[in-house]
C-alpha cells in the first residue's frame, strides 16, 4: 500500500503548485493543480514558526504506484503454448515488421503502454492522435497516450490479408514473433499523423524518415500475442528490465520512493548532479530510501546520437567511478525508439516510467526536443515540456521534479547549479561542443564528466575516425 509524506509550506504558496489546502499531489489531484515540485526545498520538509500565518499541507504520494489500467499488460505467451502458436502462425497471412516495428511489439509485450493490449485499432489511434490519451475499457476515466503506436502495412498485404482475423507476425529475419488477432484496418493519413505528433512536416524528421515516410498507406491494429520474450542478443539484454521485472526490484531494494532519470545522451558529472541533488531533496521529504531508475532510452534514435552500447558502456563506467551510487541506483534500457517530438513525446516517457512504479520523473530543457530540421532554431520552445507534463490528462499520480540548470563552475572547477549573479563564471558545454573534444581527443575541463566515461567516449570517436579513413582509402 502506498504512503504518504506531508510537507507543510508556509504561504505564499510557492510558484507553479497554485493549490488550496490542503492539495494532494496524487491520482485524485485535480489538472488546476499542477504537479511541478520546483518550489519544495529543504526548509519545506519540516514546519516553521507560522509567526500569524496560516500553513497549507502538501500531501506527496510515495511508494509505488498503480500502473495505468490498474494491473500491467503481459503479452508474451506462457511457454506451454509457444509450440502451438508457432504452429497456428504457419496457417496464418503474414506482416514482416521493421526493426522499429519489433521495438514496439517489445513495448506492447511487456506493459509500457499499458492497458493498451496490442496495436492500435482506429478508435484508439484517433484518441492518441487527437487527445494525447485513451478511455478506459470501463469508462473509468482516461489514460495517457500522447504517441500513437501503430503498425503499417502496404497495399499487397492488406490484400494478403483479406478476411483474415489473425496475422502472423515475422520479425526483420523472418522468425515468427506474434500473432495479431481480430484485427481492424484502416487508413494511414500520414500527413496527417506527422503534422499532430510533431507540429509540423518540415522535412528531416528522424522518425519520420526511418518509420513513416516510406511506410504503407495502411494501418493495422489488433490484440497482441507474442510468443516469447523479445531478445535481441546485443549483450545487453540483461539490462532489458521490464516494468514488472523493475517493480520487483524495486521491492527488493525497499525503495519508498521511484525516481526515473530517461535520457539518450551520455551521462555527465551535471546529470549526475541534479540526480544526487533529487535524491537529497527526497531524504529530506522525508523518504527513507528513494531509488534512482537511470533509464536510457534503447529503441531507435537519430544517427549522429552515441550508440546504445558505447552509452551502456559509459553508464557502467560512472557507477564504477562511483559518481552514482550503485546502492540506489538502478540501471535498466527503455526499449521505446525515440520520436524527437518533444512536449508530445515527452508525456509518453513519462507514463512509461509510472507502469514501471516510478512516482517521480525528473525533466530537463526541452525534452525529447531536437534542432529544427530546416531551421537554425530549436523545435520546439524549450519550457514547454516540463509545463504539458504538469497539466497533461493522465499524468496525475506523478509527481514532475524539473531540472535545475547546472552548467560548468570554471571557479570551482566543477559542474554546479548555476548562478545568475556570477554568470561570467559559468561554461555551458553543449553535447556539440563536448563530441567535439572527444573528436580531437582533447580533454573536457576537469570535473566535467568522469576520467573513465570520458575514455569511452574517445575510444568511440577515435573508431569512427579510423573507420571513415578507411572507407576513404577504399573509394580512392
Not at 25 to 40: E, I, M, Q, T, V
Not at 183 to 205: D, F, S
Not at 414 to 441: E, H, Q, V, Y
Request: overall charge neutral; glycine content about 8%.
Amino acid at each position: 500500500m502506498a504512503t504518504t509524506t506531508h510537507l507543510h509550506l508556509p504561504n505564499p504558496i510557492p510558484p507553479r503548485l497554485h493549490a488550496s489546502p490542503p492539495a494532494r499531489l496524487r491520482a485524485s489531484a485535480s489538472l488546476a493543480h499542477p504537479r511541478l515540485l520546483s518550489g519544495l526545498r529543504l526548509a519545506a520538509a519540516r514546519p516553521r514558526p507560522r509567526h500569524g500565518r496560516r500553513a497549507m499541507s502538501v500531501t506527496v504520494r510515495s511508494s509505488l504506484i498503480d500502473p495505468d489500467g490498474g494491473a500491467l499488460v503481459d503479452l508474451v505467451a506462457a511457454p506451454e503454448r509457444r509450440a502451438a502458436l508457432r504452429g497456428e502462425a504457419e496457417a496464418l497471412p503474414r506482416v514482416r515488421l521493421a526493426a522499429v516495428d519489433v521495438e514496439w511489439a517489445h513495448v506492447l509485450a511487456e506493459g509500457w503502454a499499458s492497458p493498451l493490449r496490442g496495436f492500435m485499432r482506429e478508435h484508439e489511434y484517433l484518441q492518441s492522435l487527437h487527445f494525447n490519451c485513451i478511455r478506459l475499457p470501463d469508462g473509468a476515466g482516461v489514460v495517457n497516450m500522447s504517441l500513437p503506436i501503430v503498425l503499417a502495412i502496404g497495399d499487397r498485404e492488406k490484400e494478403e490479408i483479406g478476411a483474415s482475423p489473425d496475422v502472423a507476425l515475422q520479425g526483420p529475419d523472418g522468425a515468427v514473433l506474434a500473432i495479431l488477432r481480430r484485427v481492424e484496418i484502416y487508413p494511414h493519413n500520414k500527413e496527417e499523423r506527422i503534422a499532430r505528433t510533431w507540429g509540423t512536416t518540415a522535412p528531416g524528421l528522424p522518425y519520420v524518415d526511418e518509420a513513416i515516410a516510406q511506410a504503407g498507406n495502411w494501418l493495422i491494429g489488433g490484440d497482441l500475442e507474442v510468443i516469447e520474450p523479445i531478445k535481441y542478443n546485443d549483450g545487453l539484454d540483461h539490462y532489458r528490465l521490464s516494468p514488472q521485472q523493475l517493480r520487483n526490484e524495486f521491492d527488493k531494494r525497499g525503495a519508498d520512493a521511484v525516481f526515473a532519470f530517461q535520457l539518450r545522451n551520455p551521462v555527465h558529472n551535471g546529470h549526475a548532479l541534479l540526480m544526487n541533488d533529487t535524491r537529497r531533496r527526497l531524504l529530506e521529504m522525508g523518504f527513507k530510501n528513494p531509488i534512482l531508475l537511470l533509464h536510457p532510452l534503447g529503441g531507435f534514435t537519430k544517427a549522429d546520437d552515441v550508440p546504445l552500447p558505447v552509452r551502456m558502456e559509459q553508464h557502467s563506467k560512472v557507477l564504477e567511478d562511483g559518481v552514482l551510487d550503485p546502492e540506489t541506483t538502478i540501471v535498466s534500457i527503455f526499449p521505446s525508439p525515440m520520436h524527437y517530438a518533444g512536449p508530445t513525446e515527452v508525456q509518453w516517457h513519462a507514463k512509461a516510467r509510472i507502469n514501471a512504479g516510478a512516482n517521480f520523473y525528473i525533466v530537463g530543457r526541452d525534452p525529447a526536443g531536437m534542432g529544427h530540421p530546416t531551421e537554425k532554431r530549436d523545435l520546439y520552445n524549450p519550457d514547454h515540456g516540463k509545463k504539458v507534463l504538469s497539466m497533461a490528462p493522465g499524468l496525475e499520480k506523478l509527481n514532475i521534479l524539473p531540472f535545475k540548470v547546472a552548467a560548468y563552475d570554471t571557479v570551482a572547477k566543477k559542474m554546479a547549479f548555476f548562478d545568475p549573479s556570477r554568470s561570467k563564471d559559468f561554461l555551458f558545454i553543449s553535447g556539440t561542443k563536448m563530441r567535439a573534444f572527444a573528436k580531437s581527443g582533447e580533454n573536457p575541463p576537469d570535473g566535467f564528466m568522469c576520467p573513465g566515461g570520458w575514455k569511452v567516449l574517445v575510444d568511440y570517436y577515435n573508431s569512427l575516425q579510423t573507420e571513415e579513413a578507411a572507407v576513404a582509402t577504399i573509394e580512392q
